[in-house]
Nanobody, 122 residues
Framework: QVQLVESGGGLVQAGGSLRLSCAASGRTFSNYIMAWFRQVRGKEREFVGCISRSADTTSYADSVKGRFTISRDNEKNMAYLQMNSLKPEDAATYYC???????????????WGKGTQVIVSS
């Protein structure tokens, strides 16, 4: 079993950067695909990106490709989302998720954090 806690959200100006962290408890972190999703109130949860168990493969939504980078440290049970060149439309609550398969569907992920809010001022 793994439990996830996100941190690092906050207020940033458009064009700025933030690094989100996802701390995982439990001994099985390296067994999971890790992903980041985001959600604006009233809208569906949106895939941001995911990273393979060994961190050798990543996949991103087109809307963030080239600006966001996902990484993980299996020794520390941590996953990260580096967000650069932030835009107002990136503002959302960001969630990290763990699952058995690489997927862009939120239903594929079995563990979720409670989220961290990102606000981007224009």
């Amino acid at each position: 079993q793994v439990q996830l806690v996100e941190s690092g959200g906050g207020l940033v100006q458009a064009g700025g950067s933030l690094r989100l962290s996802c701390a995982a408890s439990g001994r099985t972190f390296s067994n999971y695909i890790m992903a980041w999703f985001r959600q604006v109130r009233g809208k569906e949860r949106e895939f941001v990106g995911c990273i393979s168990r060994s961190a050798d493969t990543t996949s991103y939504a087109d809307s963030v490709k080239g600006r966001f980078t996902i990484s993980r440290d299996n020794e520390k049970n941590m996953a990260y989302l580096q967000m650069n060149s932030l835009k107002p439309e990136d503002a959302a609550t960001y969630y990290c998720a763990a699952g058995p398969n690489s997927s862009r569907r939120s239903s594929s992920y079995v563990k979720w954090g409670k989220g961290t809010q990102v606000i981007v001022s224009s």
